[in-house]
T-cell receptor
Framework: NAGVTQTPKFQVLKTGQSMTLQCAQD?????MSWYRQDPGMGLRLIHY???????DQGEVPNGYNVSRSTTEDFPLRLLSAAPSQTSVYFC?????????????FGEGSRLTVL | EDQVTQSPEALRLQEGESSSLNCSYT??????LFWYRQDPGKGPEFLFT???AGEEKEKERLKATLTKKESFLHITAPKPEDSATYLC???????????FGTGTRLKVLA
């Protein structure tokens, strides 16, 4: 099993450009989520999904969109990138949303917005 | 407002020098308190889940404990390979939001 796969690992954008961070898991997990990690701020939840077709906002959702059309994939879209979105982004998944199971994290995507 | 606070921010230990990391929380309706380890450039890796006050879990040199206000991660006789950032997180009843603290950076010197 590959686990949680994030692409790309590194990306540089100009202010105003759009892009999508991809996240795929092959563990048939119901629950998927996106975090951003900034120095001194820890991991902050952006959006999460408890199953295909269901998404909800986390702590810092502004400027980001998500969709969950399949169980496997949970892409994160930046519609108009801003320098404040420079960060390391992590995707995480868990078997179910009902149980307090462990989160499995991807390796991260480092985004720089100029 | 629900929150977790981790202390200290950074900790340097000599190899074999036992210590504890603290995660203080004010959370209504705690469903679970979690500990993760994060190595530089990597995603966090799950260590423990604690559900209720008094519960303890162990794994090698690590032991996690939970009270009604705090969780501790005790590290016994640490080795340099235990150097990492340790994160605590919580989940509250009625939500599916795993909320993380800012972490403790641990450095174990040989």
């Amino acid at each position: 099993n590959a686990g949680v796969t994030q692409t790309p690992k590194f990306q540089v954008l100009k202010t105003g450009q759009s892009m999508t961070l991809q996240c795929a898991q092959d563990m048939n997990h119901e629950y998927m989520s996106w975090y951003r990690q900034d120095p001194g701020m820890g991991l902050r939840l952006i959006h999460y999904s408890v199953g295909a077709g269901i998404t909800d906002q986390g702590e810092v959702p502004n400027g980001y969109n998500v969709s969950r059309s399949t169980t496997e994939d949970f892409p994160l879209r930046l519609l108009s990138a801003a320098p404040s979105q420079t960060s390391v982004y992590f995707c995480a998944s868990s078997l179910t949303a009902r149980d307090t199971g462990e989160l499995f994290f991807g390796e991260g995507s480092r985004l720089t917005v100029l | 407002e629900d929150q977790v606070t981790q202390s200290p921010e950074a900790l340097r230990l000599q190899e074999g020098e036992s210590s504890s990391l603290n995660c203080s929380y004010t959370v209504s309706g705690l469903r679970g308190l979690f500990w993760y380890r994060q190595d530089p450039g990597k995603g966090p890796e799950f260590l423990f889940t604690l559900y209720s006050a008094g519960e303890e879990k162990e794994k090698e040199r690590l032991k996690a404990t939970l009270t009604k206000k705090e969780s501790f991660l005790h590290i016994t006789a640490p080795k340099p390979e235990d150097s990492a950032t340790y994160l605590c997180a919580y989940l509250t009843s009625g939500t599916y939001k795993y909320i993380f603290g800012t972490g403790t950076r641990l450095k174990v010197l040989a």
